[in-house]
């Protein structure tokens, strides 16, 4: 009964204010995919997605049941989470006491990262509900009937991967452990055999089964779902990969400082006991595989992991409560605050995070649009609460998807011609912007926004700060590349820039208002330093009269980034103060480092150190005074 009474205490913590906050972007993604199957579409065919079909039909379920409402999907979610807690509860319960399971699920379920995924529609929630049932019926004590529940916790082990792809990995951490209990004795050959078998044999079937339906409805399956992980830093070598993984595991450790070495002493603790806890401790070593994983890792990528931390960690904090000393029972309740308290401040300031922002953009989108048009949104959310379609590559934007070339802008280009595109809505906010901006051809990609949609303004939404363009869906769409360089240079910047050319203003300019300059760069791979460019105007006599000092595409488009053979063109307006005399001045540009200062070496297309690393431009720029009145 208190087991039950913390749950539902819990329960009502999840479901406050529980559609307060809507600028998920993830979450928007599913939903909208779920939202599409309601309309007869099919994954994989109909919309882009890498996500697996055991999560996205089961979110198609219950909208079919519920509609496409965000509470009924986000409470879906919930449901799954308090299963996992429930049965890590009688996992603690039958392997120690229930003392040991009622912490589990409270430390389970308070945990930040469980409470994050946990109360919106993503995919963790599903992998784990089924990977703890897994655990639990792979590690239930008592031989009796252990190969059979070992066939269900390879089936459950299975859904899981087809949930996500981590879901496969606590299933390793089983088959650790029965190849441990054999090398120790415990097991003979032919009872590991058969145990791996009605584990491994369900869980492989699972998977091909499922995997070959969808392969013969969409023979991209596999590239759809594999390539878009795999893709992921596939440039990085493998030093840097793990350098990446092993300072994330140092991060994940400095997250929850108390959480984890709780587990790992108890791991130890369990292991010079010779208790149960020696089957969950195999789960720990699993984590290691993210040496192996190119792509990159966050917090929420250890939820697998986090069930078996959950109640390792109980079961140390249970041993000390239960000990006769009272020192021991005073640092297990220190450490138990240690936890609970900074995750539940935690989780009760996201929990008052609401959103108002939102209806005013999909008002917009609504007010703009009908029914029938398609949109291509940064935050594929807006599409579902503005009930508009996207393109088949916008259903599944994504930072990973579009930094590993998976979708690109001539894709994009290609499908919103297809679909007569009538709205693009893009996220330019410099922290935050994770999608468009960082298309390998953004450059090419804007200029296309440029010549056939109109920008009817930039609104925010939260942190994000949306550039919404908008045409007219009786025009023809431009599709050709135009870029027309006034005076072609050749300028090498550093050792993989080059700056193509540039277009100055032919009329004269007037003393007060700000100079137009276009510059066209073309690079042969990604720059080593986010550098930053300045253009100084310079005055007959000498003197700097203004400048105009940003990095490429104010920021959203750096050096560093610069994909080979894009041409990237960029625009930079340079004030000139009302009080400067009229004359012929002269433009210089080149790059710096914004840190320290150091200018970017420059060569003549003939091999030539510029002098200052400062290019003068050809041709002089008229300035004159402004009219009096």
Same mark, same amino acid.
């Given at each position: 009964?208190?087991?039950?009474?913390?749950?539902?205490?819990?329960?009502?913590?999840?479901?406050?204010?529980?559609?307060?906050?809507?600028?998920?972007?993830?979450?928007?993604?599913?939903?909208?995919?779920?939202?599409?199957?309601?309309?007869?579409?099919?994954?994989? +065919?109909?919309?882009?997605?890498?996500?697996?079909?055991?999560?996205?039909?089961?979110?198609?379920?219950?909208?079919?049941?519920?509609?496409?409402?965000?509470?009924?999907?986000?409470?879906?979610?919930?449901?799954?989470?308090?299963?996992?807690?429930?049965?890590?509860?009688?996992?603690?319960?039958?392997?120690?006491?229930?003392?040991?399971?009622?912490?589990?699920?409270?430390?389970?379920?308070?945990?930040?990262? +469980?409470?994050?995924?946990?109360? *919106?529609?993503?995919?963790?929630? /599903?992998?784990?509900?089924?990977?703890?049932?897994?655990?639990?019926?792979?590690?239930?004590?008592?031989?009796?009937?252990?190969?059979?529940?070992?066939?269900?916790?390879?089936?459950?082990?299975?859904?899981?991967?087809?949930?996500?792809?981590?879901?496969?990995?606590?299933?390793?951490?089983?088959?650790?452990?029965?190849?441990?209990?054999?090398?120790?004795?415990?097991? /003979?050959?032919?009872?590991?055999?058969?145990?791996?078998?009605?584990?491994? %044999?369900?869980?492989?079937?699972?998977?091909?089964?499922?995997?070959?339906?969808?392969?013969?409805?969409?023979?991209?399956?596999?590239?759809?779902?594999?390539?878009?992980?795999?893709?992921?830093?596939?440039?990085?070598?493998?030093?840097?990969?793990?350098?990446?993984?092993?300072? &994330?595991?140092?991060?994940?450790?400095?997250?929850?400082?108390?959480?984890?070495?709780?587990?790992?002493?108890?791991?130890?603790?369990?292991?010079?006991?010779?208790?149960?806890?020696?089957? $969950?401790?195999?789960?720990?070593?699993?984590?290691?595989?993210?040496?192996?994983?190119?792509?990159?890792?966050?917090?929420?990528?250890?939820?697998?992991?986090?069930?078996?931390?959950?109640?390792?960690?109980?079961?140390?904090?249970?041993?000390?409560?239960?000990?006769?000393?009272?020192?021991?029972?005073?640092?297990?309740?220190?450490?138990?605050?240690?936890?609970?308290?900074?995750?539940?401040?935690?989780?009760?300031?996201?929990?008052?995070?609401?959103?108002?922002? #939102?209806?005013?953009?999909?008002?917009?989108?609504?007010?703009?649009?009908?029914?029938?048009?398609?949109?291509?949104?940064?935050?594929?959310?807006?599409?579902?609460?503005?009930?508009?379609?996207?393109?088949?590559?916008?259903?599944?934007?994504?930072?990973?998807?579009?930094? /590993?070339?998976?979708? #690109?802008?001539? &894709?994009?280009?290609?499908?919103?011609?297809?679909?007569?595109?009538?709205?693009?809505?893009?996220?330019?906010?410099?922290? #935050?912007?994770?999608?468009?901006?960082?298309?390998?051809?953004?450059?090419?990609?804007?200029?296309?926004?440029?010549?056939?949609?109109?920008?009817?303004?930039?609104?925010?939404?939260?942190?994000?700060?949306?550039?919404?363009?908008?045409?007219?869906? !009786?025009?023809?769409?431009?599709? !050709?590349?135009?870029?027309?360089?006034?005076?072609?240079?050749?300028?090498?910047?550093?050792?993989?820039?080059?700056?193509?050319?540039?277009?100055?203003?032919?009329?004269?300019?007037?003393?007060?208002?700000?100079?137009?300059?276009?510059?066209? $760069? %073309?690079?042969?791979?990604?720059?080593?330093?986010?550098?930053?460019?300045?253009?100084?105007?310079?005055?007959?006599?000498?003197?700097?009269?203004?400048?105009?000092?940003?990095?490429?595409?104010?920021?959203?488009?750096?050096?560093?980034?610069?994909?080979?053979?894009?041409?990237?063109?960029?625009?930079?307006?340079?004030? %000139?103060?009302?009080?400067?005399?009229?004359?012929?001045?002269?433009?210089? *540009?080149?790059?710096?480092?914004?840190?320290?200062?150091?200018?970017?070496?420059?060569? #003549?297309?003939?091999?030539?150190?510029?002098?200052?690393?400062? &290019?003068?431009?050809?041709?002089?720029?008229?300035?004159? /005074?402004?009219?009096?009145?």
């Amino acid at each position: 009964w208190l087991a039950l009474g913390v749950w539902l205490l819990l329960l009502a913590g999840y479901l406050y204010n529980l559609s307060g906050w809507r600028v998920h972007d993830d979450e928007g993604e599913y939903l909208y995919q779920v939202w599409r199957m309601m309309q007869g579409e099919a994954p994989y +065919v109909d919309f882009l997605t890498p996500q697996l079909p055991v999560f996205l039909y089961g979110g198609w379920a219950v909208m079919e049941l519920g509609g496409p409402s965000l509470v009924v999907m986000r409470l879906y979610n919930v449901l799954l989470t308090f299963v996992a807690g429930g049965l890590l509860y009688l996992a603690g319960r039958k392997h120690a006491n229930w003392l040991v399971g009622l912490l589990a699920m409270g430390l389970f379920l308070t945990h930040p990262d +469980v409470f994050n995924v946990g109360r *919106i529609f993503r995919n963790e929630p /599903s992998m784990i509900v089924l990977v703890v049932a897994g655990l639990v019926l792979a590690t239930w004590p008592g031989e009796r009937r252990r190969r059979r529940r070992l066939v269900v916790a390879g089936i459950c082990f299975g859904l899981a991967t087809m949930s996500k792809l981590f879901g496969v990995l606590p299933a390793a951490g089983i088959g650790l452990w029965l190849v441990w209990e054999w090398l120790r004795g415990a097991r /003979s050959h032919r009872e590991l055999f058969r145990d791996g078998v009605a584990l491994g %044999i369900p869980l492989v079937l699972v998977v091909t089964v499922l995997a070959g339906v969808f392969t013969l409805v969409a023979p991209s399956f596999f590239d759809l779902v594999l390539g878009h992980h795999l893709a992921q830093g596939s440039e990085q070598t493998v030093g840097a990969v793990a350098e990446g993984k092993l300072r &994330l595991y140092w991060e994940y450790l400095g997250f929850y400082p108390v959480f984890v070495p709780l587990a790992l002493l108890s791991a130890c603790w369990g292991w010079s006991r010779r208790d149960g806890r020696r089957r $969950w401790a195999w789960q720990i070593p699993v984590v290691l595989v993210f040496l192996a994983l190119s792509r990159g890792l966050g917090q929420r990528h250890f939820m697998f992991l986090l069930p078996a931390l959950s109640l390792l960690a109980a079961w140390l904090l249970a041993d000390g409560f239960q000990s006769g000393r009272w020192w021991m029972r005073l640092m297990s309740a220190a450490a138990l605050l240690a936890v609970i308290v900074p995750a539940v401040k935690t989780d009760v300031w996201r929990a008052r995070w609401r959103d108002s922002d #939102t209806e005013t953009i999909v008002q917009i989108i609504r007010e703009r649009t009908t029914p029938e048009d398609t949109i291509l949104a940064d935050d594929i959310g807006l599409c579902f609460y503005s009930r508009r379609a996207t393109t088949y590559s916008g259903a599944a934007l994504s930072h990973g998807a579009i930094t /590993s070339g998976q979708i #690109t802008g001539e &894709l994009l280009i290609e499908e919103m011609v297809a679909t007569n595109t009538r709205m693009v809505v893009i996220d330019q906010s410099l922290l #935050t912007a994770n999608h468009m901006v960082f298309l390998r051809d953004y450059p090419r990609f804007h200029r296309f926004l440029d010549a056939n949609y109109e920008q009817i303004g930039r609104f925010r939404r939260d942190y994000q700060e949306l550039d919404i363009w908008l045409r007219d869906s !009786e025009l023809p769409f431009l599709t !050709e590349d135009h870029i027309s360089v006034d005076t072609l240079d050749g300028t090498r910047f550093g050792e993989t820039m080059r700056l193509m050319g540039y277009s100055l203003p032919g009329a004269p300019v007037m003393a007060g208002n700000p100079l137009a300059l276009m510059l066209y $760069w %073309i690079s042969d791979a990604p720059a080593e330093n986010y550098w930053s460019v300045f253009v100084h105007l310079v005055a007959p006599d000498g003197s700097l009269i203004a400048q105009h000092d940003k990095i490429p595409y104010d920021g959203l488009y750096p050096p560093d980034r610069w994909w080979p053979s894009q041409i990237v063109d960029d625009s930079y307006l340079v004030d %000139i103060p009302p009080e400067a005399p009229a004359g012929d001045y002269r433009l210089a *540009i080149g790059m710096y480092d914004w840190q320290t200062g150091d200018r970017l070496a420059l060569w #003549t297309p003939d091999g030539r150190r510029v002098d200052d690393d400062r &290019l003068w431009l050809e041709g002089a720029v008229k300035v004159v /005074s402004p009219t009096p009145p």
